[in-house]
């Protein structure tokens, strides 16, 4: 069974409003989450990573007043997309920070669309 | 730098064909770990195979397999008698051993038609 959950899997919204996506390890601890996001027909882009009870470290070109990451916990992090525009609908994948040896594990991931 | 590529866009074949996807990987590491994800319509990426850096061993797991040469620093997969099911978007990736950060190419399309 799944060992990643992300939720909403689906989310629509209109342009402005914050959007909170979860993700959750549901038998596992990691210290480390990283938070990716896909335009559609693209590749996955790595915006930031995070580690448990300190601040995120975002990748160039993403803005980290926009993408709000609060890592509370070793097996939950969330991130929040403040204002939302429609430039910002993508599909946004959380993954695990597992040893590289061990089981990678992904959420399935949650698509947002700003309307 | 680490970067990957994966320089066919799409690929389109028909059922029983076999096709290998490529994947040339860059990095300055000694120790790094290579991927291969597929990802279907749901998005949701399954995991394919993980291969160290130090295991140049090919591999073989049913109708697919994995082709390691560091010397071209390449990773490809073949899918052999390839069915409708195996279409889908696949991405070879890479990690460090430190960071755990995980590079993805830009992914092939794979249309397998019946």
């Known amino acids: 069974g799944a060992v990643v959950s992300q939720h909403p899997s689906w989310v629509i919204c209109k342009s402005g409003t914050s959007v909170k996506i979860e993700c959750r390890s549901l038998d596992f601890q990691a210290t480390t989450m990283f938070w990716y996001r896909q335009f559609p027909k693209q590749s996955l882009m790595l915006m930031a990573t995070s580690n448990e009870g300190s601040k995120a470290t975002y990748e160039q070109g993403v803005e980290k007043d926009k993408f709000l990451i609060n890592h509370a916990s070793l097996t939950l992090s969330t991130l929040t997309v403040t204002s939302a525009h429609p430039e910002d609908s993508s599909f946004y994948i959380c993954k695990f920070g597992l040893a590289v040896q061990e089981t990678q594990y992904f959420g399935p991931g949650t698509r947002l669309l700003v309307l | 730098a680490q970067k990957v590529t994966q320089a066919q866009t799409e690929i389109s074949v028909v059922e029983k064909e076999d096709v290998t996807l490529d994947c040339v990987y860059e990095?300055?590491?000694?120790?790094?770990?290579l991927f291969w994800y597929k990802q279907p319509p749901s998005g949701e990426l399954v995991f394919l195979i993980r291969r160290n850096s130090f295991d140049e061993q090919n591999e073989i797991s049913g109708r697919y397999s994995w082709n390691f040469q560091k010397s071209t620093s390449s990773f490809n997969f073949t899918i052999t008698a390839s069915q409708v099911v195996d279409s889908a978007v696949y991405f070879c990736?890479?990690?460090?051993?430190?960071?755990?950060?995980?590079?993805f190419g830009a992914g092939t399309r794979l249309f397998v038609k019946a």
């Open positions: 990736a890479l990690s460090n051993t430190g960071g755990f950060k995980t590079i």
């Open positions: 990095t300055r590491d000694t120790t790094y770990y």
